[in-house]
């Protein structure tokens, strides 16, 4: 049975014994010095794992269109492209895929997220990431695997991850629940060291994607966020509530940490607060 949600580190080394297929992809990164996750890819990472940078792998260019609309810091990728991508990496129907990173599953779950969006089920984040694999005492290694660019394009499913743009959030803003995955304090609307506006959609209530982890980095058990998440969701269905974070990123960690309790369906608002602050005509609300 494939991992869909979390793996382990000692599940993923029991795959490795068995010979099983996989793709590794280390997802390291910093928003506020984008080469810093490839650098420490360098200095050592999962054996076998390529690496996945945000804004060149896992987003499109952050421009905007003919009309002067702004996507987001972090647009989705067309799915085309992140297909011709994967299938470079090596990745078939039936990998189990595994992406982790050194900050809580930050980046990751974004990698895991546009893989579910590509049709691939056997998609996990690594439970804990670097830091657990580092503290079971396993190897990391330097060498870099090849991309095969002459490989054929990763055999794209249906998108079942559900996403909901600008246009349509804002009509539905009083039939629907949000969900923003920001620090508290980006939130409210007390600072936003990324964005040109700061506050909040109207109506979003805060869940900041943080609080799915244990004090070591490793995601709290199913029942626990089954706990916590429940309140949130109001009794209402998973589909009814949107996720969005600063940039459609950690939104994503919201996203898996809903599924791994159990609700899977729940909208991705891709351009998130970037795209959304970028209108002056969209509300905004503070406090």
Same mark, same amino acid.
């Given at each position: 049975?494939?991992?869909?949600?979390?793996?382990?580190?000692?599940?993923?080394?029991?795959?490795?014994?068995?010979?099983?297929?996989?793709?590794?992809?280390?997802?390291?990164?910093?928003?506020?010095?984008?080469?810093?996750?490839?650098?420490?890819?360098?200095?050592?990472?999962?054996?076998?794992?390529?690496?996945?940078?945000?804004?060149?792998?896992?987003?499109?260019?952050?421009?905007?269109?003919?009309?002067?609309?702004?996507?987001?810091?972090?647009?989705?990728?067309?799915?085309?492209?992140?297909?011709?991508?994967?299938?470079?990496?090596?990745?078939?129907?039936?990998?189990?895929?595994?992406?982790?990173?050194?900050?809580?599953?930050?980046?990751?779950?974004?990698?895991?997220?546009?893989?579910?969006?590509?049709?691939?089920?056997?998609?996990?984040?690594?439970?804990?990431?670097?830091?657990?694999?580092?503290?079971?005492?396993?190897?990391?290694? &330097? =060498?870099?695997?090849? #991309?095969?660019?002459? *490989?054929?394009?990763? +055999?794209? /499913?249906? @998108?079942?991850?559900?996403?909901? !743009?600008?246009?349509?959030?804002?009509?539905?803003?009083?039939?629907?629940?949000?969900?923003?995955?920001?620090?508290?304090?980006?939130?409210?609307?007390?600072?936003?060291?990324?964005?040109?506006?700061?506050?909040?959609?109207?109506?979003?209530?805060?869940?900041?994607?943080?609080?799915?982890?244990?004090?070591?980095?490793?995601?709290? &058990? =199913?029942?626990?966020? #089954?706990?916590?998440? *429940?309140?949130?969701? +109001?009794? /209402?269905? @998973?589909?009814?509530?949107?996720? !969005?974070?600063?940039?459609?990123?950690?939104?994503?960690?919201?996203?898996?940490?809903?599924?791994?309790?159990?609700?899977?369906?729940?909208?991705?608002?891709?351009?998130?607060?970037?795209?959304?602050?970028?209108?002056?005509?969209?509300?905004?609300?503070?406090?």
């Amino acid at each position: 049975m494939p991992y869909r949600t979390l793996i382990t580190v000692a599940e993923l080394q029991a795959l490795q014994r068995e010979g099983q297929p996989l793709l590794l992809l280390d997802c390291g990164f910093d928003l506020a010095d984008p080469a810093a996750g490839e650098r420490a890819y360098a200095q050592g990472h999962l054996p076998g794992a390529h690496y996945a940078h945000l804004e060149r792998d896992l987003s499109a260019p952050a421009v905007r269109d003919a009309q002067g609309r702004f996507p987001g810091r972090h647009p989705l990728p067309s799915r085309e492209a992140l297909a011709a991508l994967l299938g470079q990496l090596g990745l078939k129907p039936g990998v189990q895929a595994v992406a982790y990173d050194a900050q809580g599953g930050m980046f990751a779950a974004r990698a895991w997220w546009l893989l579910r969006w590509l049709g691939h089920e056997a998609v996990a984040v690594l439970d804990g990431g670097r830091q657990a694999w580092a503290e079971a005492g396993a190897p990391l290694d &330097s =060498a870099v695997p090849a #991309r095969d660019a002459s *490989a054929a394009p990763y +055999a794209m /499913g249906p @998108a079942t991850m559900p996403t909901l !743009q600008a246009g349509e959030l804002l009509e539905k803003l009083d039939r629907v629940r949000i969900l923003d995955a920001r620090a508290p304090e980006r939130y409210r609307g007390d600072t936003e060291p990324l964005d040109a506006v700061a506050g909040h959609i109207p109506g979003a209530l805060n869940r900041f994607f943080k609080l799915n982890l244990l004090p070591d980095g490793r995601f709290k &058990s =199913a029942q626990a966020l #089954r706990e916590e998440f *429940a309140p949130l969701l +109001a009794g /209402g269905e @998973a589909s009814a509530l949107v996720q !969005q974070c600063g940039s459609g990123v950690t939104a994503c960690h919201n996203l898996l940490a809903l599924e791994h309790a159990g609700w899977a369906g729940s909208p991705l608002y891709p351009g998130s607060w970037s795209e959304w602050c970028s209108d002056p005509a969209r509300p905004v609300a503070r406090a």
